[in-house]
DNA sequence: AAACTTAGTATAGTATAACATACTAAGTAA
DNA sequence: TTACTTAGTATGTTATACTATACTAAGTTT
């Protein structure tokens, strides 16, 4: 599919039914990797300061158990969209970052914000 | 918040931790609204084909149950993206489709296409 | 009278997501 | 020697999401 496509290319596509090869539909699988209640929080936390160590993730997002901060990390890692660098000093840390793939997300939250500000109250 | 705002005063807000008034960040509550298995889906359908009915929605996704079409839709309808009009014929019928709150997120679906079209294999 | 239509509802069960709490390693500072 | 540090893991429970199956109304056609 063309890299290039503009928004009417677009449209016109979904219409006519273009993207029912699912499976691979890129909107599901983005849908799918931002589902859980914590994912978009953390990622939010990552475009304002970027890296953060698992404790100030922890004290950043309010009521996150270490479970599922763990949890969410590691699948966000797994899905390419944060990176995880360890320091073996003592005591260890380590700093979690937005990779280039989850920095590539700003323009859709853009245009999720802009929509928000037209149609919720 | 300004409805005009360009890309990068996003970008500035976003880094500066403006949107941190959590509770009706747009963001997560869009998330939420597409959150659940069938609802994209769902909607993509209604961007082929608009109206609907109930049972054309049931044969084009394939896999769904009545009760998952059913609580989706009632969701959707809720969140004022799907509008439902009732035909008291017999048998009756019902015809779905998208609001203009609903259709104003194809500009979104067009952002997460073009992010799956650079960075999903 | 029996079967068909549409758009669901009702009920119960399974699977997944999230939560709460306690615990670990390994060195440092008091 | 005890407490503190960081970044988690382990275990069990509760809550939510999803599924499967059967059933309904009310008129129309066979």
Wanted: aromatic letters at 10%; hydrophobic letters at 40%.
């Amino acid at each position: 599919m063309n890299k290039n496509m503009t928004y009417e290319e677009y449209v016109e596509k979904v219409q006519k039914g273009i993207f029912t090869d699912e499976g691979n539909c890129p909107v599901i699988s983005l849908l799918l990797m931002l589902q859980g209640k914590w994912k978009f929080q953390i990622i939010y936390e990552l475009c304002i300061k970027n890296p953060m160590r698992f404790g100030e993730l922890k004290k950043a997002i309010e009521g996150i158990t270490n479970t599922m901060l763990t949890n969410s990390l590691r699948e966000l890692e797994a899905d390419g969209l944060v990176s995880r660098i360890q320091f073996n000093e003592i005591p260890p840390h380590v700093e979690y970052s937005l990779t280039e793939k989850g920095n590539a997300l700003l323009p859709i939250f853009y245009e999720m914000t802009m929509w928000g500000l037209q149609y919720i109250p």
